[in-house]
């Protein structure tokens, strides 16, 4: 059974840092291409960053530098490193896993997705 479960998520103040987390099961993180996209009521799922099978990393032009994503074969989990918190932070983050291109070209490419984790920076 596949199953991708984000937690890390949080109401933080602008400025700080949040680590969140993507554990997969059913599967191992570095079959796929990994990822993680963003929402905003009312607006469309947006890609952030994705992690290849070989480890490369992509990010959108938005990201400059303020979030990482990284990977731990070991504990099957891909993380999202963001620094430097803004309000416009504040979103569901969602992890996403894709069987084919990697970084994913539309939501109709992901695969699995997790249930989502919210972040809200005042």
């Known amino acids: 059974h596949v199953q991708l479960v984000e937690s890390g998520g949080d109401s933080v103040q602008a400025g700080g840092s949040l680590r969140l987390s993507c554990v997969a099961s059913g599967f191992t993180v570095n079959s796929r291409c990994m990822g993680w996209f963003r929402q905003a009521p009312g607006k469309e799922r947006e890609w952030i960053t994705s992690i290849a099978r070989l480890g490369s990393t992509y990010y959108a032009d938005f990201v400059r530098g303020r979030l990482t994503i990284s990977r731990d074969n070991t504990k099957n989990t891909v993380y999202l490193q963001i620094n430097s918190l803004k309000p416009e932070d504040s979103n569901a983050y969602y992890c996403?896993?894709?069987?084919?291109?990697?970084?994913?070209?539309?939501?109709?490419?992901?695969?699995?997705w997790g249930q989502g984790t919210q972040v809200t920076v005042s």
């Open positions: 996403a896993a894709s069987n084919g291109r990697c970084p994913p070209q539309r939501l109709s490419d992901v695969t699995y």
